[in-house]
């Protein structure tokens, strides 16, 4: 079982960038496929990226592809998510997630374990 504590979210405006952490209580690479997810209020948990378990490939939904930068820190048991040139539509929830297998991909069920969220806010 993993423990995840996401952290970094806060309020920034349109163009400016966040950087989110995931801190898992064990070794991530290797273990886990992880992945990040956000919730909009009134709306549902939406698939944003995912990196597999062996860390060598990621994947991004459209809206985000080439803004957000996901990353792992196999030394810190961290995943990160570098988020760029944000929009007032990236505003959510955003929360960390990890499955015991090679990839996870972009149906949140498939997710055992979960972070509390960290919020972000983008105003235009």
């Known amino acids: 079982q993993v423990q995840l504590v996401e952290s970094g979210g806060g309020l920034v405006q349109a163009g400016g960038s966040l950087r989110l952490s995931c801190a898992a209580s064990?070794?991530?690479?290797?273990?886990?496929?992880m992945g990040w997810f956000r919730q909009a209020p009134g709306k549902d948990r939406d698939f944003v990226a995912t990196?597999?378990?062996?860390?060598?490939?990621?994947a991004y939904t459209d809206s985000v592809q080439g803004r957000f930068t996901l990353s792992a820190d196999n030394a810190k048991n961290t995943v990160y998510l570098q988020m760029n040139s944000l929009k007032p539509e990236d505003t959510g929830i955003y929360y960390c997630?990890?499955?015991?297998?090679?990839?996870?991909?972009?149906?949140?069920?498939?997710?055992?374990?979960w972070g509390q969220g960290t919020e972000v806010t983008v105003s235009s």
């Open positions: 997630a990890a499955v015991q297998d090679s990839f996870g991909g972009t149906n949140w069920h498939v997710y055992n374990y």
């Open positions: 064990g070794r991530i690479i290797g273990n886990y496929a």
């Open positions: 990196i597999s378990r062996s860390g060598r490939s990621t």
